[in-house]
């Protein structure tokens, strides 16, 4: 059996001990987070409370710029969901039209010749100070050595909605079904070569990018605008900051003119419309890698997990639900599957909701970091309801389960999800 934790998700537990040990020695920055959260997360106190909730959206506002089409998206408040359905022959990167936007408040529209990086921060050499950061222009970041790397971006919350309807689970946050997810050609400058022409130090331990969009208020609190710290070993990996998408300049509502891509982690740690990066010699904290983003809920350490990492196995069908297929005829049946572990090794298929189990063909060399397609054939022969599974098994052993551990504010769900059907 694989271990329930994955090694770097381990290592992020012993790193996040390591941190808030620092920070009750007063050895840790955590602005926009108060002593009682971290307390929560260092000692035992209310275990399963339910922490966070987003706010409803008016739906007047306007948080999105491209267009919605309803045969494509489900809008979700400030989000937007992609149609499984619409998936059905787009190839192996998503169109950029189809890609899912989530949006803690609103798309902004910037201008490429007016945007500036600035890093700054206690882990750059000579610690320049936030009056003394080092900045890059657009063209600057165009002028150094492009990489092209092609990555799933998913929300932590993608497949949500199925702790309830498969489980019974009370859950808070975005109730999306599994089109929170989408992959893409990124093409930009790994964040090691800007970090390092940047002057990083070597007493550098994390960096914390964060978005030119509007303050994000939650319970009438703002949390300040978005930010999530990134332990240095993983932004010095296989980090990018992305201009292109799909050989396009990036849009507005994916982080144009550029956004962190933090290949195989929760969505939340590709943060958009990037305006600075934080370079520090002290641990970091933000209500991104505290309140939200760790799992709370009895099945979980008290105080919650360390902050999510890679994720989850998950399998969808390119179907609508309730889709419908006629009797006595072949159907070829297509779908995808990923896993932020590594790649797809194997995906399995029932028609007839868990009793029979069959191998899908795979039709992509599978990759780490982004999904494989597959297909099976179907002959239905008997009119009425049934399901669809599938249940896929990634190059690291983790297989998807029949339930997924809940946590309350229902991330990484990962248990196989039963599309239903009609046969007539
Ligand atoms: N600045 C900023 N970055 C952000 C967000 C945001 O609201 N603001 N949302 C995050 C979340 S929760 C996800 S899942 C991804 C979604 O990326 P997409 O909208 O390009 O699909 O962006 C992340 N980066
Ligand atoms: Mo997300």
Redesign the pocket.
Same mark, same amino acid.
């Given at each position: 059996m694989p271990s329930p934790v994955p090694a770097d998700r381990r290592h992020e537990t012993e790193y996040d001990r390591r941190r808030l040990r620092q920070w009750l020695a007063g050895e840790a920055r955590a602005d926009g987070v108060t002593r009682r959260q971290l307390l929560t997360l260092l000692t035992a106190t209310a275990a399963g409370t339910t922490l966070g909730t987003a706010r409803p959206a008016r739906a007047a506002d306007r948080t999105i710029v491209k267009p919605l089409p309803a045969e494509w998206f489900i809008e979700r408040g400030t989000?937007a969901e992609t149609r499984w359905e619409a998936l059905r022959g787009t190839g192996h990167h998503t169109p950029n039209e189809l890609?899912?936007?989530?949006?803690?408040?609103a798309t902004p529209v910037l201008k490429a010749d007016d945007w500036r990086l600035r890093l700054w921060g206690s882990g750059l050499r000579g610690s320049p100070g936030e009056d003394r950061p080092v900045e890059f222009g657009y063209d600057d970041l165009r002028a150094l050595p492009a990489v092209t790397r092609t990555a799933f971006?998913?929300?932590?919350?993608n497949g949500r909605s199925y702790y309830t309807t498969q489980q019974g689970e009370t859950v808070t946050g975005t109730p999306w079904t599994l089109g929170?997810i989408?992959v893409a050609r990124w093409r930009g400058v790994r964040l090691a070569e800007v970090l390092r022409r940047a002057g990083l130090s070597p007493r550098a331990v994390d960096v914390q990018p964060?978005?030119?969009?509007a303050e994000?208020v939650s319970g009438g609190e703002s949390l300040g +605008? =978005?930010?999530r710290p990134l332990p240095l070993a993983k932004a010095l990996d296989d980090v990018l900051l992305a201009y292109e998408m799909n050989g396009e300049p990036l849009p507005y509502?994916?982080?144009h003119p550029v +956004? =962190?891509l933090v290949p195989s982690w929760?969505?939340?740690?590709?943060?958009?419309?990037?305006g600075d990066i934080e370079v520090s010699a002290q641990p970091l904290f933000s209500p991104w890698n505290t309140t939200f983003y760790r799992l709370f809920g009895p099945a979980h350490p008290e105080g919650g997990s360390a902050p999510l990492t890679r994720q989850a196995v998950k399998s969808a069908f390119e179907l609508a639900s309730g889709a419908t297929f006629e009797a006595g005829r072949g159907h070829v049946l297509h779908g995808r599957s990923w896993s932020g572990a590594g790649a797809v090794a194997r995906v399995d298929v029932s028609t007839d909701g868990g009793a029979h189990w069959r191998p899908a063909r795979l039709h992509d060399r599978p990759r780490t970091g982004t999904w494989t397609r597959w297909s099976l054939g179907w002959s239905p022969d008997t009119p009425g309801t049934t399901h669809l599974l599938a249940r896929a098994t990634d190059t690291a052993g983790r297989t998807q389960p029949d339930t997924a551990v809940p946590n309350t504010q229902g991330y990484l769900f990962d248990a196989v999800v039963r599309h239903p059907v009609n046969v007539v």
């Open positions: 989000n890609f899912f936007v989530r949006n803690h408040t971006v998913e929300c932590a919350g929170a989408g964060r978005g030119l969009d994000y +605008r =978005v930010r509502d994916h982080g +956004r =962190v929760v969505g939340i740690a590709s943060i958009k419309w990037v």
